[in-house]
């Protein structure tokens, strides 16, 4: 009430129909039509899944999820595979098209060459005589040239000279005036600067100063006035003063004037720096007057050097103009040369052109021969290979997506799975329309050769399954995270990527995150190994990819911060264990891929081994040879590239790309040695493989074995044992069998040695109950392996027919044929080999005999045989000789004529025995594999501690698996004491708080050679990690672990028990003794000899002793018998017996015997104190006064009838040490006070035991080759169901009389009892009815099949009562078919006594609670005669008559005689009831003498005839009867209620005995509601 649940169902076929047609609304497929059948086919696909996934569950028991997630990213992959794949395609199909096409256009154009090549012979001689004519004209007018070039070369150098002298001359004039030019430049620029004002200035002045006086009167002289202030007043007034200066003809200077400037230059003061300081406008006037005087002197040495210029220039021009003449003439003589020339060359080059076109036509038809010759194979080849490519282009929508659809969906199925799915989908293709390949595979479309010859020199096993699975791991666009509890897949990944920096992380690894952080950034792959069933929310980012663009760099956040994201990073991820259970969260966000080892892959890697052993030559030439044709193949793969990739880029003509020819030409040579080379080797590989397969009986054999040694981790946890382990053990046994010549003779051995030796190494870890299933197992799957049992015969010896009720056959009459019998012969028909069985009952003995044992279905001398001597069949085939099963089997003859004993294989014979003599199963099964494999697979291995030592080192520790009341310490001590290592032994009991002692000892141990035993592991389940990973720890490359170091370990069967250190450690089973004989030996061997001969009462005291002993034995055995032993199984152990003996110890001291002490305090308080049911406390009492009571003393007295048992009259140890050892091996149920019938229970125990342990571990139908499913068998057995009980019990249409009130107001109490069980059948009704109508939903897909549905199918299927409607009913041990029956016989017996009234008698077994029913008839009694009713008990009377159920319900729906019939001879009793219905065990009842008496043989639970319970006040039952309690099941233990008794008892029930109580008790004897058939 404080949240709300939102509910999130599957997505409907509408909604992911929806989804798939809008992803694919812009997608170009080629064909629009196609859109609509893609999209539905997703959704069938997704749909296909889901149910595959249940079915998957069903029968493996494995889980896989698909979610919306799953099914978007089906569409995703598809669209990107399909652009791929389609861009893949295509351009390889454009390649090789080219390189076929340039071939083709090649074949043409040698055709138009040799034409062209005849056409140009006789052009080629005419145009080498045109160029011979021009060459010689040519030669000519050359020398002609030669003498006019010579001499314009002559004058040229005249001219030169001329030229030169010239320049030499104004080179010199020039250099003179450059000093004067830049004076003038200067003065210029000075008088530019000067304006009017300046002018205005100077002109003020009336009396100037002296040196502006100078400056004006040097201006006047060079103007030519005179030189005093007045003139130069005048001057300065003229307004063109400036420009007058400027351009002043400063070239033509008179003489004169320059005289009367002198005294002005060479006065001192007349200088611009001192003019300044008088006036700045003179100063720039004083610069000019300077630069004139400089410029004119310069000039009178420059004029004669000009005019000296003058002429030469004259002279250079005259002698330039002829030089021009002659260069001229010369000019147009090389003009026609060149003209001539460029004939010449012309004509050159189109012969030149002429002779290279013929050269190299030639070449071309050269390398067109070459081409078209190495080609031509190819040129087929490449034809097929276009062809090939156009049917994948034309057929990749469909292909594609059944590739895209594997990847996406079926990694965690295994193969049979995966087969079916594809199967289906490609049957749905083509129903839709869409173009798919017939042979379509995942490898096929997504994988090539050469890629997968790389993976398997890697490590990857050579089975189609595992090369699925390297695509799925290479292909998918999520990470991968790999079941592999073999670890191949973890070998294949460290060798593929060990080459690019693998880094190996586990989730345990302190820095784990580091190492990832770092991968990512700089791109090597990690490999994550040990995932468990959750992942670390850390590796979310990067298992989503969740990278983001940031600053033109790609980044992923992983923990708190970005880092930079490598596209050339991997992740990969293994997970050890053999089924995990990933929930939908982990599956989306991986591809999750079953790497488990096939059996053919498994085959394959111990061929290997087998051969590497037996013939080490042959193994290293195959694998040499292997790697060369792989590499030769990859070579041949690279040429072919080449030379497609030369065709396809070469551009113009082909033929002219000499380096392409050359390359092709040397390619196809290189290609021809390597297909030779390869063709041999494949010849040799093939040979090679004929002699290997002679081996491969072996490995399959071997094959067969693990998957045997792998399934019975399910059986027991403790029973683990890695692929590796298997390995060295199988080549261990290989290396060291006995070695023979013959092969056929070594196969033998070999077959012989590796069956028995893992036999003997894995059974000594297995339980002593589950040894008979191991080798049993071992031999049917041996057998299976080699087709001589088949799966209907092995499917109906574990299940039987089918739970459905079938209608039979009418039985003959024949007087001894039963109706079991009968029904029996029925259902073995269903098996091939048993046609025939119901019509030779009747008519001849069928009888065969397996081992020790004859099953005899009718009796062998009847003489209503019509064929009591059936004709001989024919003989059998020649016996195997492939060494695969001794040849005991015969394949079924086809022709079945003959007696069943020489028709039937010995499986099949198995199967007579379960039918006939079901509870023999077990012993028949032992004589079974003894005959097909040997006796030695029926003992139990002998295990010596010093044996295991061997097999331990200082990092194998040693298991030791416990069962209840062993313990293995005290055989440890003895052991460590041989190998004087008693001071030097650490041992402590695990539990709470003492693992980090532990730990601390291995860790001191390790260093200094100690040994270490850990006991109890199974107590610190918290520390069980811890543990794990200090073992593994041993074998770290830096670990330094003493070579005298030793682990023991010792734990009960729990799952907390690390997997790892089972897989990779020596285990042992220790169990307490079985048997009286071994029980008795092992408390004598505990026993000093003072203590037991030295006693003052001697004889007695041995006596008493050993009585307590072989008392102790008895009650631990009788554990064997089940609930005829013991209600409740109470584990006594040797400690009770300790006790025992020492408060007999004490009470004897005085050498007096307290016989009510002795007795009271063992029976009621050492032994009597575990016992906490009533029942079981007086059994306990009885047994015990026959071993331990005054008469056992009496000297002849013996413990059983049979006189073998009793206590020796000796005082010596050795003497009682040497009788049990001559003591029976096997123990017969009169020593225990039993009926020989009791053996009957306990080996149908026994044999039920046997089947349930090995169907447990069985896929859940095992695949037949007809029939119907498991869907069919499920829903039909539902309908049936359904048909056979009706909606619901109604107390409205009861009698009026039976809820009337009497005159008291009180309604009678069988009423009320009446009332609350119709509720109780009512509510039973509605959950059967219910469940029912579910699971039929939920097989048509209706609605989801639930975890509780899945549990009511497999029920279904095992025959079995659903929990679900167990829960629900009332306590029954019946299989389901029987249950329904009696669930019908029930409903009918409440409903006819609503309908008719009170019957004449009650079927005690059909009311949910009995109990009820029987208070009410007491609380009636004390009503009727008002008697108080805790003061009430009842008297029983047996009566002679005999009443069943079914006779009553046949009666019932028969005529009202028949019912008259059954009632008749029944006395009405006034008071109690009548009761029908109860079965008896251990018991019968004698008609004749109306007492109980003892069973007949093999009649295991007789009826009890009526029996009339009548409710007396205070009565004392008649102490010769015996007081037999009456359970409503064979299971007897139920919970023990506030009464001390158990919930399933019901009542005690007198019997009259002519034997004494005790005699029945020691029996078991019982009565029982129900029975478990």
């Not at 649940?5 to 129909?17: M, S, V």
């Not at 003779?745 to 040894?771: C, D, M, P, W």
Request: charged share 25%.
């Amino acid at each position: 009430n404080c949240c709300t649940i939102d509910w999130f169902i599957e997505w409907p076929r509408e909604a992911l129909l929806s989804v798939a047609q809008t992803f694919f609304e812009n997608v170009e497929l080629g064909d629009e039509s196609l859109k609509e059948p893609i999209a539905e086919m997703c959704v069938e696909i997704h749909t296909s899944v889901s149910s595959m996934a249940e079915v998957f569950y069903a029968e493996l028991r494995r889980h896989y999820y698909t979610t919306p997630t799953s099914y978007l990213e089906l569409i995703n992959l598809y669209l990107s595979m399909l652009q791929t794949k389609r861009k893949q395609l295509v351009s390889s199909r454009d390649k090789i098209a080219t390189g076929l096409k340039k071939l083709l256009e090649t074949n043409d154009l040698v055709i138009n060459m040799e034409a062209e090549l005849t056409a140009l012979e006789p052009e080629l001689k005419k145009k080498s005589a045109e160029t011979e004519e021009l060459m010689n004209k040519l030669s000519v007018d050359q020398e002609k040239a030669s003498e006019v070039r010579s001499v314009v070369a002559k004058e040229e150098a005249v001219a030169k000279k001329k030229a030169s002298e010239t320049e030499a001359i104004k080179d010199d004039a020039q250099k003179d005036l450059d000093q004067a030019l830049p004076a003038l430049q200067a003065a210029n620029k000075a008088l530019d600067s000067l304006d009017k004002s300046d002018i205005a200035e100077i002109r003020v002045f009336s009396k100037p100063p002296e040196l502006v006086a100078t400056v004006m009167e040097s201006i006047c002289i060079l103007f030519n006035t005179r030189p005093d202030w007045a003139s130069a007043k005048q001057l300065l007034g003229d307004t063109s003063l400036m420009k007058r200066m400027i351009e002043y003809d400063k070239d033509n200077i008179p003489e004169a004037t320059l005289k009367k400037l002198k005294k002005y230059i060479e006065n001192p003061k007349f200088l611009p720096e001192i003019v300044e300081k008088t006036s700045k406008a003179c100063k720039s006037m004083c610069l000019w007057v300077r630069a004139m005087d400089l410029y004119a002197h310069v000039c009178k040495t420059v004029e004669p050097k000009r005019e000296r210029l003058k002429v030469a220039e004259t002279e250079l021009s005259k002698v330039m103009a002829q030089l021009q003449e002659k260069q001229l003439a010369l000019s147009e003589i090389e003009a026609k040369i060149a003209e001539l020339q460029a004939s010449y060359d012309k004509s050159v080059k189109e012969k030149e052109e002429l002779t290279q076109n013929i050269a190299q036509t030639a070449a071309r038809l050269k390398r067109a021969a070459k081409l078209t010759t190495g080609l031509a194979d190819e040129q087929i080849r490449w034809h097929e290979s276009v062809k090939k490519y156009e049917d994948e282009i034309g057929n990749i929508v469909g292909n594609v997506f059944v590739a895209a659809a594997c990847v996406a969906y079926y990694g965690a199925f295994t193969s049979l799975y995966r087969e079916k799915l594809i199967r289906n989908w490609v049957k749905r293709c083509k129903e839709l329309k869409i173009p798919v390949s017939e042979d379509i595979s995942l490898i096929s479309v997504l994988a090539d050769a050469y890629e997968i010859r790389k993976w398997n020199e890697d490590g990857l096993p050579r089975d189609t399954v595992s090369t699925e699975n390297a695509v799925l791991v290479t292909r998918s666009r999520r990470w991968p995270l790999m079941i592999d509890p073999q670890e191949q897949a973890n070998r294949w990944v460290r060798n593929m990527e060990t080459r690019n920096g693998l880094k190996v992380i586990k989730l345990s690894d302190p820095n784990y995150l580091r190492t990832l952080e770092n991968a990512i950034r700089i791109g090597t792959p990690v490999l994550l190994e040990e995932v468990g069933e959750q992942l670390d929310p850390s590796l979310e980012p990067v298992l989503l990819k969740q990278t983001f663009m940031q600053g033109g760099r790609l980044l992923i956040r992983l923990g708190d911060s970005d880092i930079d994201y490598d596209k050339n990073f991997r992740f990969y991820m293994t997970t050890k264990l053999s089924n995990p259970h990933y929930l939908p969260e982990v599956c989306i966000k991986v591809t999750v891929i079953n790497f488990t080892v096939t059996k053919s892959g498994l085959e394959d890697q111990l061929l290997s081994d087998v051969v590497r052993l037996e013939r080490p030559d042959l193994e290293t030439q195959r694998n040499q040879l292997v790697v060369q044709i792989n590499k030769a193949k990859n070579e041949l793969r690279k040429i072919e590239d080449t030379i497609l990739k030369l065709l396809f880029e070469s551009t113009g003509n082909i033929l002219d790309d000499e380096k392409l020819i050359r390359t092709l030409d040397a390619s196809k040579v290189t290609s021809g040695q390597i297909s030779k080379r390869l063709a041999e080797a494949e010849q040799t590989e093939l040979q090679i493989s004929k002699a290997r397969e002679k081996y491969r009986t072996v490995a399959t054999r071997g094959s067969v074995m693990y998957f045997v040694v792998a399934t019975l981790a399910e059986v027991d946890p403790m029973y683990q044992y890695s692929l590796k382990y298997f390995n060295q053990l199988f080549n261990m046994c290989i290396e060291s069998s006995e070695k023979s010549n013959d092969l056929e003779e070594r196969l033998v051995i070999l077959l012989k040695n590796t069956t028995s030796t893992v036999y003997t190494n894995v059974a000594r870890g297995l339980f002593e109950q589950h040894k008979i299933v191991f080798s049993f197992m071992l031999c049917i799957d041996i057998l299976r392996q080699a087709n001589k049992i088949s799966d209907d015969e092995w499917n109906f010896f574990l299940r039987g027919s089918s739970g459905m009720e079938k209608e039979y056959p009418e039985k003959p009459a024949s007087p001894w044929l039963t109706t079991a019998v009968w029904k029996a012969c029925c259902d073995m028909e269903e098996v091939p080999a048993f046609k025939g069985m119901c019509k030779d009952i009747v008519s001849t003995p069928v009888h065969c005999k397996l081992g020790r044992w004859e099953v005899q279905a009718n009796p062998s001398d009847w003489d209503g045989y019509s064929d009591p001597n059936p004709p001989s069949p024919p003989p059998p085939p020649p016996p195997p000789t492939d060494g695969t099963a001794t040849n005991k089997e015969e394949a079924p003859a086809i022709n079945i004529s003959g007696h069943w004993d020489k028709r039937l294989t010995s499986f099949q014979k198995l199967i007579m025995v379960k039918t006939f003599m079901e509870e023999k199963v077990v012993f028949a099964a032992i004589d079974f594999v003894s005959e097909q494999l040997g006796p030695q697979f029926v003992e139990s291995p002998p295990v010596k501690l010093s044996t295991l030592y061997d097999d331990m080192s200082n990092i194998t520790p040693l298991v030791f698996v416990l069962s209840t009341g062993s313990d293995p310490m005290s055989s440890f001590l003895r052991f460590a004491k041989e190998m004087n290592y008693s001071e030097r032994i650490h041992s402590i009991s695990l539990g709470q708080g003492q693992g980090p002692i532990a730990e601390k000892m291995i860790a001191n141990a390790s260093k200094n050679g100690d040994w270490v035993f850990l006991q109890n592991c199974h107590l610190a389940a918290s520390w069980m990690l811890r543990m794990e990973n200090v073992i593994k720890g041993f074998s770290a490359p830096d670990a330094h672990i003493h070579e005298d170091f030793r682990l023991f370990l010792s734990s009960m069967p729990d799952k907390c028990f690390p997997v790892s250190v089972l897989q990779n450690s020596v285990k042992v089973t220790n169990e307490p003794p079985k048997g009286l004989r071994t029980n008795v030996r092992r408390a004598l061997a505990d026993f000093q000899t003072v203590f037991f001969e030295g006693h003052i009462l001697g004889v007695t005291w041995c006596k008493l002793v050993f009585g307590l002993c072989f008392f102790h034995a008895v009650i631990q055995e009788r554990k064997k018998f089940g609930p005829l032993g013991w209600n409740i199984k109470y584990e006594f152990n040797d400690s009770d017996r300790e006790c025992a003996l020492d408060n007999l110890k004490i009470f004897l001291e005085e050498g007096e015997l307290p016989w009510d002490a002795m007795t009271f305090i063992t029976g009621e308080i050492t032994y009597g104190g575990r016992v906490t049911d009533s029942w079981d406390q007086r059994c306990l009492r009885t047994i015990l006064k026959r071993f331990f009571a005054p008469h056992t003393l009496e000297e002849d007295y013996k413990y059983s009838n049979s006189g073998i048992y009793y206590s020796p009259e000796s005082d010596s140890l050795q003497m009682y040490k040497d009788y049990v050892e001559g003591l029976p091996y096997s123990d017969e149920p009169e020593i225990f006070g039993m009926h020989p019938n009791a053996n009957i229970a306990f080996q149908t125990q026994e044999t039920y035991a046997l089947l349930f342990t090995i169907l447990d571990v069985q896929p859940r139908m095992a695949s037949s080759g007809g029939g119907k499913t498991s869907d069919e068998i499920v829903y039909e057995l539902a309908e049936s169901i359904l048909n056979k009980i009706p909606e619901k019990l109604d107390l409205d249409r009861a009698k009026p009389e039976l809820f009337e009130a009497d005159e008291k107001g009180q309604i009678n109490s069988l009423s009320t009892v009446l009332s609350q069980e119709v509720d109780r059948f009512n509510n039973l009704l509605r959950v059967i009815k219910n469940s029912l109508r579910q699971i039929q939903k939920a097989i048509k897909g209706l609605v989801v099949m639930s975890e509780q549905l899945e549990k009511v199918y497999t029920s279904f299927i095992n025959n079995q009562v659903p929990s679900m409607w167990a829960n629900a009913a009332y306590p029954s041990m019946k299989p389901l078919s029987s249950w329904v029956k009696d669930l019908v016989f029930r409903i009918d017996f409440i409903d006819r006594w609503i309908e008719n009234g009170q019957p004449f008698s009650f079927w005690l077994s059909g009311f949910f609670f009995p109990q009820g029913f029987l208070t009410g008839t007491l609380q009636n009694h004390a009503r009727k005669y008002n008697l108080p009713i805790d003061e009430l008990s009842f008297h029983f009377s047996v009566l002679p008559k005999y009443l069943s159920q079914e006779e009553l319900y046949n009666a019932a729906h028969g005529s009202e005689q028949e019912m008259e019939a059954l009632q008749e001879g029944v006395e009405v009793h006034e008071d109690g009831v009548m009761v029908h219905g109860l079965f008896m065990e251990a018991m019968r009842w004698d008609n004749e003498a109306m007492v109980i008496t003892d069973s007949l043989p093999g009649e295991m639970n007789p009826p009890i005839p009526m029996m009339h319970m009548e409710p007396r006040r205070n009565y004392t039952p008649d102490p010769t009867n015996y007081l037999c309690p009456l359970y409503k099941t064979g299971a007897r233990a139920g919970v023990l209620s506030t009464t001390g008794h158990s919930t399933n008892f019901v009542v005690p029930v007198q019997l009259p005995s002519s034997e004494s109580q005790g005699y029945w008790i020691v029996k078991g004897a019982a009565l029982f509601c129900q029975l478990s058939e």
